[in-house]
C-alpha cells in the first residue's frame, strides 16, 4: 500500500489543537458552509507534504491564527508525523518528524527538509539513480526524481475539477507542468525503475548526440570562416610584395604567413622595393616608347623629303629626252643617265616606305611597350590600394604583430576538431537500447489503452450531457480528453464540450481511470490518496436535475473506492456543502464524515 492520510492537525495559537481524523480507503467528507476553512485544507496537506509554498492557504483567516501544520501518514512501515510552522514564522528549511506517528503538544525543529525529503522519497521506492530523463526551464535534466513530483495525480481543487482546458490544477505554474510532463509515464506504469533508467540514458545519449552534431556543424561554419579569414591575410600579405603569390592550401598559406611573422625587422625597410621596380620599368617603357616615337617622326621626315624629290626627276626626264637640243656635248647623256639612275631609286624607296622592315619593327614594339605600360600601370595602381594603409615601415610592423597573434590562433585550427567518431560512438550506444526502447513503445500503447478503457468506463454511468454516445480519448501530449463522435467521423475537442457538470465527470473519470491503472501497473511511488474539493461545485441550484447529477458524481466515488479495496486501496478526501444525510440517504457505505459539520461557529479554526 502506498500513503495515505490518517489525521490533520493543526496547532492554533489559542491552545487548541485541531486533529481531523481520516479513514484508510474511503471518502472522507470535510463538509460545512462556506468560509469556515475547508478549501485551505488541500493546500495544508502539500505544504506539509514539504512544498516550498504555502499557496492556497487562508492567510488571515487560518495562517496568522496557526503555530503549526501537521498530518500522520499511513506508511508501509506504519504511522508518521510531520509538522511545520505556519507561514508566517518563516521557517524554510526544517521541520518536525516523528517515525512512531507521536503527536506532541507542540512539534520542535528536529530534521532537515532535505533529510525528510529523502525519506518519503525512499518509502515510496523512488530510487536514489532514478532521474529526470529530460530537462526544462526549471527542471534540470539529471536532477532526481522526487516524490513530490506525483503529487499533482492526487490534488484537485474546485477550479481545476470544471476546468474546461487542463486536467491538472496550478496551470500557470511551470514546474507544476514540468513535473508532470517528465513523470507522467512513470504514474500510469509505462516505466518501471529499470524502463526509467533506460529511458534516462537514451535521452542523455541523444542529447550528447545532438551536442555533438551541433558542434560539428558550428566547426564546419567555423573552419569556413577561419579559411577565408587565413586567404584575407593572404592576400594582404601578397599586397606588400611579402609573398609572391597565393598557396593552394591553406597550411601552406599559415606556413608561409608564419615566416614572415619571425622574419627580421631588416625585411620591412624597404616594403616598397617592388612598386619602386614598377616605377622603374615603367619609366624606361616611356623613355623607349618616346624614341621610338622620335625615330618614327623623322623617317616620317626623311620620307616626306623622298617625296618632295620625286618632283626633281621631271626636269631630268625632260632634259634627258631634249639633251641634244638644250644641253649639247658628248658628256651631257652620262651625266643626266647617272642622275635619273639615283632619283628612280628615291622615287623607288618612298613607295617602298610602308612596307619597311625597319619602319614595321618600329611600330610593333611600341604597340608592345604600351602594352607593358599598361599593365604596369594597372599594377601599380592595384599595389597602391590594397597597400594604401600599410605605406610606412611602422604600420607594416603593426600589421607584423597583429599577423603573429592571428597565426598562432589560426595554427592550433588549422586542423579541425573531428566529432565523427564520437558521433558515430554514440549512435551505436542509441541502437544498443532500441529494442528496450521499442518495447516501452508497445507498453506505451497498451497502457494508454487500458487509461483510455477505464475513462469510458466511468463515462458510461457518468454520462456526459450531449455526448451519451461518444468515446473520450486521453492526448498525453496536451493532457486533455477528448471525445471521438459519429463513429470515428468527428471529435470535439475537451474545450468545446462546455457544460461544468460535463467537465466535472472527465476530470472525475480521468483521476479515478489514472489510479486504478497505477495499482494494477503496481507503481509504488503514486500516493494512494485523491483529494477533490467540491464536487457540487457545478450544481448550485435544488433542481432535480442538479440532485441528480451530484448524487451520480457521489455513488462513482463511492464504487470507486470499493472496487480498490481489493487492488492495494485508495482514500478520498472531499471538502463540500452536503450535509452527512445527504450520502446517508444514498446508502454510500464508503463515505465518513470527518469531525462534525463546520456550521456556525465551528470551523476549522476555533
Given at each position: 500500500?502506498?500513503?495515505q492520510?490518517?489525521?490533520?492537525?493543526?496547532w492554533?495559537k489559542?491552545?487548541?489543537?485541531?486533529?481531523?481524523?481520516?479513514?484508510?480507503?474511503?471518502?472522507?467528507?470535510?463538509t460545512?458552509?462556506?468560509?469556515?476553512?475547508?478549501?485551505?485544507?488541500?493546500?495544508?496537506?502539500?505544504?506539509?507534504?514539504?512544498?516550498?509554498e504555502?499557496?492556497?492557504?487562508?492567510?488571515?483567516?487560518?495562517?496568522?491564527?496557526t503555530?503549526?501544520?501537521?498530518?500522520?501518514?499511513?506508511?508501509?512501515?506504519?504511522?508518521i508525523?510531520?509538522?511545520?510552522?505556519?507561514?508566517?514564522?518563516?521557517?524554510?528549511?526544517?521541520?518536525?518528524?516523528?517515525?512512531?506517528?507521536?503527536?506532541?503538544?507542540?512539534?520542535?525543529?528536529?530534521?532537515?527538509?532535505?533529510?525528510?525529503?529523502?525519506?518519503?522519497?525512499?518509502?515510496?521506492g523512488?530510487?536514489?539513480?532514478?532521474?529526470?530523463?529530460?530537462?526544462?526551464?526549471?527542471?534540470?535534466?539529471?536532477?532526481?526524481?522526487s516524490?513530490?513530483?506525483?503529487?499533482?495525480?492526487?490534488?484537485?481543487?474546485?477550479?481545476?475539477?470544471v476546468?474546461?482546458?487542463?486536467?491538472?490544477?496550478?496551470?500557470?505554474?511551470?514546474?507544476?507542468?514540468?513535473?508532470?510532463?517528465?513523470t507522467?509515464?512513470?504514474?500510469?506504469?509505462?516505466?518501471?525503475?529499470?524502463?526509467?533508467?533506460?529511458?534516462?540514458?537514451?535521452?542523455?545519449?541523444?542529447?550528447?548526440l545532438?551536442?555533438?552534431?551541433?558542434?560539428?556543424?558550428?566547426?564546419?561554419?567555423?573552419?569556413?570562416?577561419?579559411?577565408?579569414?587565413?586567404?584575407?591575410?593572404?592576400?594582404?600579405a601578397?599586397?606588400?610584395?611579402?609573398?609572391?603569390?597565393?598557396?593552394?592550401?591553406?597550411?601552406?598559406?599559415?606556413?608561409?604567413l608564419?615566416?614572415?611573422?619571425?622574419?627580421?625587422?631588416?625585411?620591412?625597410?624597404?616594403?616598397n622595393?617592388?612598386?619602386?621596380?614598377?616605377?622603374?620599368?615603367?619609366?624606361?617603357?616611356?623613355?623607349?616608347?618616346?624614341?621610338?616615337?622620335?625615330?618614327?617622326?623623322?623617317?616620317?621626315?626623311?620620307?616626306?623629303?623622298?617625296?618632295?624629290?620625286?618632283?626633281?626627276?621631271?626636269?631630268v626626264?625632260?632634259?634627258?629626252?631634249?639633251?641634244?637640243?638644250t644641253?649639247p656635248?658628248?658628256?651631257?647623256?652620262?651625266v643626266l643617265?647617272?642622275?635619273?639612275?639615283?632619283?628612280?631609286n628615291?622615287?623607288?624607296n618612298?613607295?617602298?616606305?610602308?612596307?619597311?622592315?625597319?619602319?614595321?619593327?618600329?611600330n610593333?614594339?611600341?604597340?608592345?611597350l604600351?602594352?607593358?605600360?599598361?599593365?604596369?600601370?594597372?599594377e601599380?595602381?592595384?599595389?597602391?590600394?590594397?597597400?594604401?594603409?600599410?605605406?610606412?615601415?611602422?604600420?607594416?610592423?603593426?600589421?607584423?604583430?597583429?599577423?603573429?597573434v592571428?597565426?598562432?590562433l589560426?595554427?592550433?585550427?588549422?586542423?579541425?576538431?573531428?566529432?565523427?567518431?564520437?558521433i558515430?560512438?554514440?549512435?551505436?550506444?542509441?541502437?544498443?537500447?532500441?529494442?528496450?526502447v521499442?518495447?516501452?513503445?508497445?507498453?506505451?500503447e497498451?497502457?494508454?489503452?487500458k487509461?483510455n478503457r477505464?475513462?469510458?468506463e466511468?463515462l458510461?454511468?457518468?454520462?456526459?450531457?450531449?455526448?451519451?454516445?461518444?468515446?473520450?480519448?486521453?492526448?498525453?501530449?496536451?493532457?486533455?480528453?477528448?471525445?471521438?463522435?459519429?463513429?470515428?467521423?468527428?471529435?470535439?475537442?475537451?474545450?468545446?464540450i462546455?457544460?461544468?457538470?460535463?467537465?466535472?465527470?472527465?476530470?472525475?473519470?480521468?483521476?479515478m481511470?489514472?489510479?486504478e491503472?497505477?495499482?494494477?501497473?503496481?507503481?509504488?511511488?503514486?500516493?494512494?490518496?485523491?483529494?477533490?474539493d467540491?464536487?457540487?461545485?457545478?450544481?448550485?441550484?435544488?433542481?432535480?436535475?442538479?440532485?441528480?447529477?451530484?448524487?451520480?458524481?457521489?455513488?462513482?466515488?463511492?464504487?470507486?473506492?470499493?472496487?480498490?479495496?481489493?487492488?492495494?486501496?485508495?482514500?478520498?478526501?472531499?471538502?463540500?456543502?452536503?450535509?452527512?444525510?445527504?450520502w446517508?440517504?444514498?446508502?454510500?457505505?464508503?463515505?465518513?464524515?470527518?469531525?462534525?459539520?463546520l456550521?456556525?461557529?465551528?470551523?476549522?479554526i476555533?
Open positions: 500500500m502506498s500513503i492520510l490518517a489525521n490533520i492537525i493543526i492554533q489559542n491552545g487548541n489543537v485541531r486533529n481531523l481524523e481520516m479513514k484508510k480507503d474511503a471518502v472522507n467528507v470535510i460545512g458552509d462556506s468560509g469556515k476553512g475547508k478549501s485551505s485544507i488541500l493546500h495544508i496537506i502539500d505544504f506539509c507534504l514539504l512544498s516550498s504555502a499557496k492556497g492557504i487562508s492567510k488571515f483567516n487560518i495562517d496568522n491564527k503555530l503549526w501544520y501537521g498530518i500522520r501518514v499511513h506508511t508501509s512501515k506504519g504511522i508525523t510531520i509538522a511545520r510552522p505556519a507561514h508566517h514564522c518563516d521557517e524554510t528549511t526544517s521541520a518536525y518528524f516523528n517515525d512512531e506517528g507521536f503527536i506532541p503538544e507542540i512539534p520542535e525543529l528536529n530534521i532537515k527538509l532535505v533529510s525528510l525529503k529523502k525519506i518519503i522519497d525512499k518509502e515510496l523512488l530510487d536514489s539513480d532514478l532521474k529526470v530523463p529530460f530537462g526544462g526551464k526549471t527542471i534540470k535534466a539529471g536532477s532526481k526524481v516524490f513530490r513530483s506525483f503529487l499533482a495525480y492526487c490534488y484537485q481543487d474546485q477550479t481545476a475539477l476546468a474546461p482546458d487542463y486536467l491538472y490544477i496550478r496551470p500557470a505554474d511551470l514546474k507544476f507542468r514540468e513535473r508532470i510532463e517528465r507522467f509515464k512513470m504514474a500510469i506504469g509505462i516505466v518501471d525503475l529499470k524502463a526509467s533508467l533506460v529511458e534516462e540514458k537514451v535521452k542523455s545519449l541523444s542529447a550528447k545532438e551536442s555533438f552534431e551541433r558542434r560539428a556543424k558550428s566547426m564546419e561554419n567555423k573552419t569556413l570562416e577561419f579559411q577565408e579569414d587565413v586567404i584575407s591575410l593572404e592576400q594582404e601578397i599586397s606588400l610584395g611579402l609573398i609572391g603569390q597565393a598557396s593552394s592550401d591553406v597550411q601552406s598559406t599559415l606556413e608561409n608564419n615566416e614572415i611573422v619571425h622574419a627580421p625587422s631588416e625585411t620591412f625597410k624597404n616594403i622595393t617592388g612598386l619602386k621596380e614598377l616605377e622603374v620599368r615603367r619609366f624606361e617603357i616611356y623613355r623607349k616608347i618616346k624614341q621610338f616615337r622620335k625615330f618614327n617622326e623623322e623617317y616620317t621626315q626623311y620620307q616626306t623629303l623622298l617625296r618632295e624629290s620625286t618632283d626633281s626627276i621631271k626636269p626626264d625632260y632634259l634627258f629626252e631634249r639633251y641634244k637640243d644641253i656635248g658628248t658628256k651631257t647623256l652620262e643617265s647617272a642622275l635619273k639612275s639615283e632619283l628612280e628615291v622615287k623607288h618612298w613607295i617602298k616606305r610602308k612596307k619597311s622592315v625597319l619602319f614595321v619593327d618600329v610593333e614594339q611600341e604597340k608592345l604600351n602594352k607593358d605600360l599598361k599593365d604596369i600601370n594597372e601599380i595602381d592595384r599595389i597602391r590600394d590594397l597597400s594604401s594603409n600599410l605605406s610606412s615601415p611602422e604600420e607594416i610592423y603593426k600589421y607584423q604583430g597583429r599577423l603573429s592571428k597565426v598562432e589560426y595554427s592550433d585550427k588549422s586542423q579541425p576538431i573531428d566529432y565523427s567518431g564520437e558515430d560512438r554514440v549512435k551505436l550506444d542509441i541502437k544498443a537500447l532500441e529494442s528496450q521499442q518495447d516501452m513503445d508497445s507498453k506505451r497498451y497502457v494508454i489503452g487509461l477505464k475513462i469510458n466511468h458510461s454511468r457518468l454520462k456526459l450531457k450531449g455526448y451519451e454516445s461518444s468515446e473520450a480519448v486521453f492526448l498525453e501530449k496536451e493532457n486533455a480528453i477528448n471525445l471521438i463522435l459519429d463513429e470515428g467521423n468527428a471529435v470535439e475537442k475537451m474545450v468545446d462546455g457544460s461544468a457538470s460535463n467537465y466535472l465527470y472527465l476530470h472525475l473519470a480521468y483521476f481511470a489514472l489510479h491503472v497505477a495499482r494494477e501497473q503496481n507503481v509504488p511511488w503514486l500516493p494512494s490518496f485523491i483529494v477533490f467540491q464536487v457540487s461545485t457545478p450544481y448550485g441550484g435544488e433542481t432535480d436535475d442538479d440532485k441528480k447529477s451530484l448524487n451520480v458524481a457521489l455513488v462513482e466515488l463511492n464504487n470507486f473506492v470499493e472496487n480498490m479495496k481489493g487492488n492495494g486501496g485508495i482514500q478520498i478526501i472531499l471538502m463540500e456543502h452536503i450535509k452527512e444525510t445527504h446517508l440517504d444514498l446508502g454510500l457505505n464508503n463515505f465518513s464524515l470527518v469531525d462534525k459539520e456550521t456556525g461557529d465551528y470551523g476549522l476555533n
